[in-house]
């Protein structure tokens, strides 16, 4: 999965969100699932993947990542619903 990808992590269903934009997804996500990334994933232990959107270019990622990350959070949350409505943990759908 060497697209660029816009991708939602949780610490549980309640908790915490982050959102991110890659240009390989499983890469990127086993850096967060190991605490290989200092910052926000790291100390808030947000590792799990909820959703993600694969793009043809960069560009659209970053532009479709900008416009979630200004987005409510009852708006995240009917995102990953749509897809996603059991938080199921995505990552062994990429790898």
């Not at 990542?65 to 996603?84: D, F, P």
């Amino acid at each position: 999965m060497k697209l660029p990808a816009v991708y939602i992590l949780a610490s549980c269903r309640n908790g915490t969100l982050y959102t991110g934009v890659t240009s390989n997804l499983v890469q990127r996500i086993w850096q967060h699932r190991n605490d290989q990334v200092e910052g926000f994933t790291k100390k808030y232990g947000v590792h799990t993947l909820v959703w993600y959107e694969m793009h043809e270019t960069m560009e659209s990622a970053i532009g479709r990542e900008k416009a979630i990350k200004g987005w409510q959070r009852a708006w995240k949350m009917e995102l990953i619903e749509s897809a996603n409505p059991q938080w199921r943990d995505l990552y062994g759908e990429i790898v």
